[in-house]
């Protein structure tokens, strides 16, 4: 064998070495860089890996944009069931699928009702002593806000047959007074303001809500009753409205929270915004509700 051919011979023998040396090392570099980056795409999602903040940031970002959904129970007081039946329609047509169930009653048959577990996401009573009442059974869902105030006023028969221009009227021998009962937020406005004008009332008979007392006054069956502004206004025709001054001393403010046992707390927050928001207050001053004014979200 010639020189050149031995060279030639062990070049090749060389060269085969180098890439069976050179090829394992690619080989398993080529493995750690895939797995590396297989690693990164899948970091957290193995099994007992902890992936907690990133799923906490994303079902943060997806709850974030949520629209309501679902049906929610609103107890409100009676005297809102004009204003409240017109806002949960406005909330169903903003918001498809879902349903505001409304309850109306006197504030604290509703107070109580809640504390006995009746199923509420919303309550919204006319004073601020019965909210306070399911506050301080611990009922509440975060704080309440004041929306609106209302303030008494004298409802009599068309014409004024009984011809009542004052509250001193209504103690009048033979009248037939109707108020509310006491436990009522209309009936201790009522107690207040008689007791500011030093006028002893004796009502023919005390009713638990306040479009009762509206009602038989409307019907005949009483010549006066001590009702809210915006009953009257709401009744149109049927009766008509004295003011009188001693009223300012006995101002309702009317707040609303979410129930703490609601079963719907997101369409629950979203409903009081609307209440509380600049839609629920053209509807109220509409219906002759006033501002709730300094001191809104406390209730002591």
Same mark, same amino acid.
């Given at each position: 064998?010639?020189?050149?051919?031995?060279?030639?011979?062990?070049?090749?023998?060389?060269?085969?070495?180098?890439?069976?040396?050179?090829?394992?090392?690619?080989? %398993?570099?080529?493995?750690?860089?895939?797995? &590396?980056?297989?690693?990164?795409?899948? !970091?957290?999602? #193995?099994?007992?890996?902890? *992936?907690?903040?990133?799923?906490?940031?994303?079902?943060?970002?997806?709850?974030?944009?949520?629209?309501?959904?679902?049906?929610?129970?609103?107890?409100?007081?009676?005297?809102?069931?004009?204003?409240?039946?017109?806002?949960?329609?406005?909330?169903?047509?903003?918001? =498809?699928?879902?349903?505001?169930?409304?309850?109306?009653?006197?504030?604290?048959?509703?107070?109580? !009702?809640?504390? !006995?577990?009746?199923?509420?996401?919303?309550?919204? =009573?006319?004073?601020?002593?019965?909210?306070?009442?399911? !506050?301080?059974?611990?009922?509440?869902? #975060?704080?309440?806000?004041?929306? /609106?105030?209302?303030?008494?006023?004298?409802?009599?028969?068309?014409? *004024? =047959?009984?011809?009542?221009?004052?509250?001193?009227?209504?103690?009048?021998? $033979?009248?037939? %007074?109707?108020?509310?009962?006491?436990?009522?937020? &209309?009936?201790?406005?009522?107690?207040?303001?008689?007791?500011?004008?030093?006028?002893?009332?004796?009502?023919?008979?005390?009713?638990?809500?306040?479009?009762?007392?509206?009602?038989?006054?409307?019907?005949?069956?009483?010549?006066? $009753?001590?009702?809210?502004?915006?009953?009257?206004?709401?009744?149109?025709?049927?009766?008509?409205?004295?003011?009188?001054?001693?009223?300012?001393?006995?101002?309702?403010?009317?707040?609303?929270?979410?129930?703490? $046992? $609601?079963?719907?707390? /997101?369409?629950?927050?979203?409903?009081?915004?609307?209440?509380?928001?600049?839609?629920?207050?053209?509807?109220?001053?509409?219906?002759?509700?006033? =501002?709730?004014?300094?001191?809104?979200?406390?209730?002591?």
């Amino acid at each position: 064998m010639t020189r050149t051919s031995t060279r030639t011979a062990v070049s090749a023998s060389l060269a085969r070495l180098l890439s069976l040396a050179v090829l394992p090392a690619a080989v %398993l570099l080529l493995t750690v860089l895939t797995g &590396c980056a297989a690693g990164g795409a899948a !970091q957290g999602t #193995g099994p007992g890996e902890d *992936n907690s903040a990133g799923n906490s940031a994303g079902n943060s970002a997806a709850g974030s944009g949520a629209k309501p959904e679902g049906t929610i129970t609103v107890f409100a007081a009676a005297s809102l069931k004009g204003t409240f039946t017109e806002l949960a329609r406005t909330f169903e047509a903003e918001n =498809p699928g879902t349903t505001v169930a409304l309850s109306f009653a006197g504030s604290s048959d509703l107070a109580s !009702q809640i504390s !006995q577990g009746a199923p509420a996401d919303v309550f919204a =009573p006319a004073d601020l002593a019965n909210m306070k009442k399911v !506050q301080d059974a611990g009922l509440v869902d #975060g704080a309440a806000r004041n929306f /609106a105030t209302n303030t008494l006023a004298i409802a009599v028969a068309p014409g *004024n =047959p009984a011809e009542i221009t004052a509250l001193k009227d209504l103690a009048r021998p $033979g009248l037939k %007074l109707v108020t509310c009962a006491r436990q009522v937020p &209309c009936g201790t406005a009522a107690a207040t303001a008689a007791e500011a004008a030093g006028v002893a009332l004796n009502p023919v008979s005390e009713e638990n809500a306040v479009t009762d007392v509206l009602g038989k006054v409307a019907s005949g069956e009483a010549d006066a $009753g001590l009702v809210y502004g915006t009953d009257i206004k709401a009744a149109g025709s049927k009766v008509a409205g004295i003011q009188f001054p001693e009223s300012g001393s006995a101002v309702n403010t009317y707040p609303i929270a979410g129930v703490a $046992g $609601g079963r719907n707390k /997101a369409a629950a927050r979203a409903f009081l915004d609307l209440v509380t928001g600049p839609e629920g207050r053209r509807v109220l001053a509409a219906a002759g509700f006033g =501002p709730a004014g300094i001191g809104d979200g406390s209730v002591k």
